[in-house]
């Protein structure tokens, strides 16, 4: 023991006496003057990366967090060490080079998840081709002034150098030097990743392999690691087909091997069987406008009209990852969720499917997709014969003049009068289809506010004076806001909803068919604008303080809960009857397929999703972010954390079970997408 403690004692003495060294030497002071540019480039670098997590997942606990900061340390410093290898006159531009590197990934980031609340993907760079469609929705909904912070890294770095060569610093340059200053830099750097390292945990490791909680991610590893791993995740479209397919398999028959050939049948098994099917994609109609009104004017009277009369689902998610349209359509047809990498639409568009249109197909149905956009827009043309319509009605098939064009394209009530005319034809041709009508006039940025016709978003009083006479007072309230101009729009698109029921009834084309209407995603507007929406001061024109007893709370799970899209089943004389109804339990855009198919006569083993009919209070949605959501509780899979919304406790036996449930959903959905384990000449053991 004295000997230990004599040990100990000596080891302490020379630590001491190193400290005193560098105290007195000025060793510390030394370095920073000499390594100046490496410690700018570190340091910019490093605050960089914190304050995109401060803008995107605002938290101490985010933008402070330990682990992000020291892996974007090691990276950083990593980069640096290898500029002791060049010359002092070009250190500066390898430095240089690399911190507008990192600038960039910081800037993409942070404009991505302005839109996307998630981060940026290197699979999206295919995306980029569909960037001049949407232009106008970039520049006024998602490019903001905060995303241009970013470049004090490369400013700084810039002032420093040209601060230095004015003071003619110059040193010896000797090649054994260098080399001796990259191996300390890289061994510094090796310390440091060895004390990350003992500080990860399973769950880190796991969540890192499988890159679906990007928040996670980014919190834990830093976006620089994150944006490395998304790289060589990336690359699995390409080698899927050499590695990893057996595996895949196993999993997706060990899944599936429990589930029947044979449908659970209810109460609405064949309901509509036979019956002509028209689905509404109704782009960006999210569920909680419904219930508002301004001026007593309800922002969507013709959808509420259709809700009250027919099969509402008002607790129901969309589920969209980044290619959100496109993935609503994925989802809704085949009840597979978003992949991990890319979209499928775009990076998937050869693979074998199993939807709607083929299964109705075989039921002797004309199946048809009908959108007045480019054909070549998320990449439908190609995607559409994997899904299997008969005929896609695109851009082409529409007369379309500078007068009747609302946002990016044909206006919509002029779309639901020409569709209208080619439903008639098809009609007579056919004796029973199924057509897909995707609206397009509510997309962002919701800036054609002179087109939308009058609806003001204001508030309008009449109050008496004291002399007896009325006057009208009016507050500003959503006039000129963003969410304002989306109500705007949104009031447009639900008129021209209207116009097309009443134009299907007068063709006579709703006697033997029914209406499917489902929002594909929300506005896609940012927490913060809702806030002056529930916390309106009309006598200031303010937006009340968190102290007022009126404020309501707006955090990010009622934002997220807030995101639920309409989805209703609807005939002309469903209102009065059984079926008319409203289902309040969770449901999701996988669920579609399976509800669907119970009451139209067809039926897919592989459904992700269930029949709700069948599960009710059980169900679960999953989102691509591994989040979900059930009738008890919203869980964040980024923050490890729910929102309980009933009253009796939550068991962690029940967080675990569904975590584990909605991780395993979204591995299978992803293997059966990117190995085309639907595709019977790969996948011999498919049931057919």
Known sequence: MKIIKNTFQKQVKKIKKQLKIIKEEHIISQFCQNNLLLLTFIITS?????????????SIENYLSIKAILADLIVTTFIGSFSFLFKPKNRFTYLLSFNIFLTLICIINSVYYTFYTSFASVSMLSLTQYISDVGDAVVENVIQLKDMIYIIGPIALIIVYLRLKKKNHRKIDIKSERKRKTLKSLGFTGILLLIYLVTMNSLDV??????????????????????????VTSLQPKISSMFGYDKANKEFNDYFANISNEPETNEYTDLFKDKNVIVIHAESMMENAMRLSFNNQEVTPNLNKLASEGMFFSNFYSQ????????????STTSLLPTKSGTAFVSYSNRTYISIPKLLKEKGYYTFSMHANNADFWNRRKMYESIGYDRFY?????????????????????????????????NKEHDKWYGLFIMLSNHTPFSDVEKYGEFPTDIKETIVEEDGTEKEVVYPYMEGTKLGNYFKSL??????????????NEAGLLDNSIVVLYGDHDARLPRKDYNRLYNYDKENDTILDETHE????????????????????????????????KIEDTMGMYDVMPTLGNMLGFYNKYALGHDIFNTRENNIVVFPNGNWVNNKMYYNSQKSAYLSLVEEPITEEEISNNTEYANKLLDVSNNIITFDLFNPEKNLTLNK
């Open 46 to 58: 490093v605050i960089n990366s914190t304050i995109l997590r401060f803008f995107c997942m605002n």
């Open 394 to 426: 695109s851009k082409v098939d529409y007369k379309i003049d500078k007068e009747n064009i609302i946002g990016l394209g044909l206006s919509d009530k002029e779309f639901f009068a020409q569709s209208v005319e080619k439903l008639e034809k098809i």
């Open 320 to 331: 969209v990852s980044v290619g959100t349209s496109s993935d609503s359509e994925l989802t």
């Open 491 to 504: 009031h447009y698109a639900d008129s021209a909803l209207g116009e097309f029921i009443d134009e299907l």
């Open 206 to 231: 796991s969540r890192f392999m499988k890159q679906w909680n990007k928040e996670y991610i980014v919190m834990r590893f830093g976006i620089y690691v994150y944006q490395a791993n998304d790289v």
């Open 550 to 581: 009126n404020y309501k709370e707006y955090d990010s799970y009622q934002y997220e809960l807030g995101r639920k899209v309409p989805f209703l089943i609807w005939t002309k004389d469903m209102a009065g009857t059984k079926l008319n109804m």
